[in-house]
């Protein structure tokens, strides 16, 4: 089992930064591919980013790659999303994510295990 939490939202200009956390329990986490998705309201759940087991592998959404950068340091446990130039259009929900298989950005369904949510907000 493995329960995530998020950190790192908040209210930021359009064209700043801002980076997200995500704290993992779980002794086994650092086996795990883990991700961020997103959803705004009104609109469907959007994958944003995933990551290996190892850090060394990750995959983008077409609409972040260049500006988001996913990490995790497995020594804490942790995941994050750096990211960067923010817009308007990517004000949503950011939920963490982990799963026991990496599937670069095939996730029909999700992975099986979910934070709560932190919500960014960019104002123009």
């Known amino acids: 089992q493995v329960q995530l939490v998020e950190s790192g939202g908040g209210l930021v200009q359009a064209g700043g930064s801002l980076r997200l956390s995500c704290a993992a329990s779980?002794?086994?986490?650092?086996?795990?591919?883990a991700g961020w998705f997103r959803q705004a309201p009104g609109n469907e759940r959007e994958f944003v980013a995933t990551?290996?087991?190892?850090?060394?592998?990750?995959a983008y959404g077409d609409s972040v790659k260049g500006r988001f950068t996913i990490s995790r340091d497995n020594a804490l446990n942790t995941v994050y999303l750096q990211m960067n130039s923010l817009k308007p259009e990517d004000t949503a929900v950011y939920y963490c994510?982990?799963?026991?298989?990496?599937?670069?950005?095939?996730?029909?369904?999700?992975?099986?295990?979910w934070g709560k949510g932190t919500l960014v907000t960019v104002s123009s």
């Open positions: 990551i290996d087991w190892s850090g060394g592998t990750a």
């Open positions: 779980g002794r086994t986490f650092s086996t795990y591919a």
């Open positions: 994510a982990a799963d026991r298989l990496y599937r670069g950005s095939y996730y029909p369904n999700g992975m099986s295990y």
